[in-house]
């Protein structure tokens, strides 16, 4: 059975600590991993990784894939009040020709503190 | 503010009612799909279309009942719900397969009860 675990569940930081979110898999088929962020309903995206070993970053976070040891971090520097949310991993399974067959972790929530 | 627009927000009904979820969007987007949230839960696939068509139904009970009338509108007709069946129910698209991203636009939900 597809597998995607996130860790820690939770974790509360003050303003300007830098995070680390962990995210293992255990999927067939694997395509893609993609971080979402989920503040109050709509998941927004923030990455997809398809390539073990290339960081990919927009600001202050950043994120990279290591398909080996089949996991993904999500980096976030400064943490600002704003970045207090859910954290998702997902993982996008080959499905034919559909692309968004996503399973999803169990989330990390981020709790910053001013 | 999100492209993908779910209404109702919010809707409340007994297991014998059928009621209708809908979702529109306006991005050329030529996939769609819901997903189930219970609370403190992740999302979790229910149907993918693409292309209009019916592409994935994750063994999703028969009382939910998926429809895609043209490529901005997705459905979802329910009907004897249970109470379980309880959660935010959300829609999203993406950009045709060719130029997939992985970025799915995600609605903020309807929120449904069942009673």
């Known amino acids: 059975e597809d597998k995607v675990v996130q860790s820690p569940l939770s974790l509360v930081v003050h303003e300007g600590d830098t995070v680390t979110l962990n995210c293992s898999y255990e999927v067939t088929n694997f395509r893609s991993l993609l971080w979402y962020k989920q503040e109050k309903k709509a998941p927004t995206f923030l990455f997809m990784l398809t390539s073990s070993g290339i960081e990919k970053k927009s600001g202050r976070l950043s994120s990279i894939l290591d398909k080996k040891e089949l996991f993904s971090i999500l980096n976030i520097t400064a943490t600002q009040t704003g970045d207090s949310a859910v954290y998702l991993c997902a993982v996008d399974r080959a499905g034919g020709t559909s692309y968004g067959k996503l399973t999803f972790g169990q989330g990390t929530i981020l709790t910053v503190h001013p | 503010d999100t492209e993908v627009t779910q209404t109702p927000k919010h809707l409340v009904m007994g297991m014998t009612n059928k009621k209708s979820l809908k979702c529109e969007q306006h991005m050329g987007h030529r996939a769609m799909y819901w997903y189930k949230q219970k609370a403190k839960k992740p999302p979790e696939l229910m149907f993918v279309?693409?292309?209009?068509?019916?592409?994935i139904n994750e063994s999703v009970p028969s009382r939910f009942s998926p429809e895609c009338p043209n490529s901005s509108l997705l459905n979802l007709h329910l009907h004897a719900l249970q109470p379980e069946d309880s959660a935010l129910y959300l829609c999203?698209?993406?950009?045709?397969?060719?130029?997939?991203?992985?970025?799915?636009?995600f609605g903020e939900g309807s929120r449904l009860t069942v009673l």
């Open positions: 999203a698209s993406s950009h045709p397969l060719a130029i997939y991203t992985g970025e799915l636009f």
């Open positions: 279309y693409s292309y209009e068509k019916l592409s």
